[in-house]
């Protein structure tokens, strides 16, 4: 266990300039309710900065003992654990770094909570008497990763931060992201592994299916703004893993018809956006005197991808069907025909062996890397992404070598 250096300070101690959680000069990445409260995997924020300061209070919605990273400009994370209505001095004039003007300026922080189920509550931000914050531009690529354990980064060293998903939006750089995934959600919206409900319903709320969320909300999550939000560039899937288990009874019907929905969902909410579903990788077991990779839902998949690739589909104009009542959470529907095909399929196969498979099930950190690399590449390729993030860490604590030259 590693015991991470304790920010907790007085904050009367301190001759601060304090700004409110909602100023507009902090930009909440993620999903955050109006309470300013952080929900699924990797939410943060970040602004600029003058002085050599920075604190943070949080609020009683915050988890105590949670886990954060944060980092100034392009060093590298820091993480300390918060404690709940407390203020933290994350920045101070012995941080390294703190010191140096460029070529990042103004200085930049960024916070990003590791784990999906705990959560910060931002009160207040604090920097030095006489200093400001500074609104940062967003970045002009967007991306979002809709999933379940496998992108939330479960069992990764840092959780969230070791996720493919997160390697995947900060790996390409320059990209604002949101990670919307949580363990054990079904793509289905059905009951799976203590999740109430499956991303069919839940993608549409601010907050996850956690036990957080049902303790503030109930059974009646806020809805999500996106009218508020930029639209996503790119939306990755990754669901299906819960769906494919037994004890969830998830029919392949029922899935297939489940992804065609969440899939038409997205697109009706960012038209303009390229969805990528991903195939499963179902984990590997021995077969004679080697290893194999198992199945899972993989027809199925793979007609979700023929059906919005097919020549009937795109060229239906789409008139908006007569609105359930029973699904009163989806957006307005936007009629319209799709301007070109913007569904895409990523092939997993190959990417993964046995030995990056942890024994819970889940990728090691390097076979999160492995994913987060291909997907990486997969964007560069078909899209023409540039890869922009050329120095600074994304993954933290991978810096292992051999460093003998002799035997």
């Known amino acids: 266990m590693t015991d991470y250096p304790n920010t907790v300070t007085e904050a009367s101690s301190h001759k601060w300039k304090t700004y409110p959680a909602n100023a507009v000069e902090i930009s909440y990445k993620g999903r955050w309710d109006d309470d300013h409260t952080s929900w699924w995997s990797v939410p943060g924020l970040k602004f600029g900065f003058t002085g050599k300061e920075v604190g943070i209070t949080f609020g009683p919605q915050t ?9 100034i400009n392009g060093e590298d994370w820091q993480f300390s654990n918060i404690t ?30 590791t784990n999906w189920a705990y959560g910060v509550q931002v009160k207040s931000v604090h920097v030095a008497a006489g200093a ?3 609104k940062l531009k967003d970045y002009n690529r967007r991306i979002e990763v809709i999933g379940d354990s496998l ?10 931060l070791s996720s493919y998903a997160y390697g995947l939006a900060a790996g390409l750089g320059d990209t604002e992201y949101a990670v919307t995934a949580y363990p054990g959600i ?33 059974t009646n999550p806020p809805l999500w703004d996106f009218s508020k939000h930029p639209a996503a560039d790119i939306v990755v899937i990754n669901l299906g893993t819960n769906d494919n288990n037994t004890a969830n009874n998830v029919t392949n019907e029922d ?6 929905e969440l899939v038409e969902g997205v697109h009706n909410v960012w038209p303009k956006a390229h969805i990528i579903i991903s195939a499963l990788w179902n984990g590997f077991g021995k077969e004679g005197n080697t290893y194999v990779q198992g199945p899972a839902f993989v ?4 007609d979700v991808y023929k059906h919005f690739n097919s020549p009937s589909y795109l060229s239906s104009p789409h008139n908006c069907p007569p609105r359930n009542p029973l699904k009163w959470w989806l957006p307005p529907c936007k009629p319209g025909r799709p301007n070109e095909p913007f569904v895409h399929y990523f092939n997993t196969t190959g990417i993964l062996q046995h030995n990056d498979i942890g024994p819970l099930w889940h990728p090691t950190d390097v076979g999160y890397i492995k994913v987060a690399s291909h997907l990486m590449q997969y ?8 890869l922009r993030a050329t120095g600074p860490e994304v993954f933290h604590d991978t810096l292992y070598w051999n460093d003998q030259d002799s035997y």
């Open 132 to 134: 400001t914050l500074i």
């Open 84 to 113: 709940t209505n407390a203020t933290h001095l994350l920045v101070s004039p012995i941080t390294e770094g703190v010191d140096l003007t460029s070529p990042i300026s103004p200085s930049t922080f960024e916070l990003r909570v």
């Open 299 to 302: 027809t199925e998949i793979w």
């Open 151 to 160: 992108s939330s980064g479960m069992y990764g060293t840092y959780e969230g």
């Open 63 to 71: 988890s105590n003992g949670v886990l954060v990273a944060y980092r």
């Open 379 to 386: 964007i560069n390729l078909k899209f023409g992404w540039e």
């Open 186 to 218: 079904c793509l289905t919206d059905q009951e799976c592994w203590g999740n109430p409900r499956g991303q069919t319903y839940q993608w549409y709320h601010t907050s996850d299916t956690g036990g957080r969320a049902t303790n503030i909300y109930g």
């Open 255 to 260: 899935y297939y018809n489940s992804y065609v």
